[in-house]
Nanobody
Framework: QVQLVESGGGLVQAGDSLRLSCAASGRTFGSYAMGWFRQAPGKEREFVATIIRSGGNTYYADSVKGRFTISRANAKNTMFLQMNSLKPEDTAVYYC?????????????????????WGQGTQVTVSS
């Protein structure tokens, strides 16, 4: 298993930027895929972005494509989510997650069920 800790959330205005971080420990960081999910009040948790273990491929939800960028620094056991041009509808608790499935680590996965370890979440609130 892997322990994941998110940070960087906060309250911002529409159009602002935020950078979330996810620190991992417990397994070799470069051996598994990582992802970001979010859950808005009253809604199901949804996929945001994922990055394969090498960092070579990334995938995004249509709602954030072009505004968010996922990246990872394997030497520092850390993943990031750069969020630009934030909108009120981006308000949610953001979770980082790790996938140990070999297929996901090599090609990328977007389903919650493919991710086996989760952080506690960090709140992002975007005011209009």
């Amino acid at each position: 298993q892997v322990q994941l800790v998110e940070s960087g959330g906060g309250l911002v205005q529409a159009g602002d930027s935020l950078r979330l971080s996810c620190a991992a420990s417990g397994r070799t960081f470069g051996s598994y895929a990582m992802g970001w999910f979010r859950q808005a009040p009253g809604k199901e948790r949804e996929f945001v972005a994922t990055i394969i273990r090498s960092g070579g491929n990334t995938y995004y939800a249509d709602s954030v494509k072009g505004r968010f960028t996922i990246s990872r620094a394997n030497a520092k056991n850390t993943m990031f989510l750069q969020m630009n041009s934030l909108k009120p509808e981006d308000t949610a608790v953001y979770y980082c997650a790790a996938s140990f499935r070999d297929y996901c680590s090599s090609y990328g996965c977007t389903e919650e069920a493919d991710f086996g370890s989760w952080g506690q979440g960090t709140q992002v609130t975007v005011s209009s």
